[in-house]
């Protein structure tokens, strides 16, 4: 499990194909603007070469990993914490 962080610099609309990279690297949800949990057997790493390609040179990118289902929020939306219960945290491959 993966917390990814952004600070777009740009239009909403030319991001889209960052999206869709965030998407396609497994389940994932973002509730808070500019903040995805995205559950990835890939390093932070990759997930952030990934991504870079979609970033304007004057936005930032973090990429953390959950180590365990240590995690806590309030007013994230029905069914949210069964939704993250249900994710894995194990350790990326190193790929």
Not at 68 to 73: H, P, S
Request: proline share 5%; aromatic share 12%; hydrophobic share 40%.
């Amino acid at each position: 499990m993966y917390f990814i962080a952004l600070h777009l610099t740009g239009p909403d609309e030319e991001y889209e194909n960052l999206r869709n990279s965030m998407k396609a690297l497994g389940a994932w949800s973002n509730r808070l603007p500019n903040c995805w949990i995205v559950e990835s057997k890939l390093s932070a790493r990759r997930i952030r070469d990934l991504l870079k390609p979609h970033l304007k040179e004057t936005d930032r990118l973090f990429v953390g990993q959950f180590v365990n289902e240590n995690w806590a929020g309030t007013g994230m939306g029905t069914g949210f914490p069964e939704w993250l219960n249900r994710r894995s945290f194990e350790a990326p491959s190193s790929l």
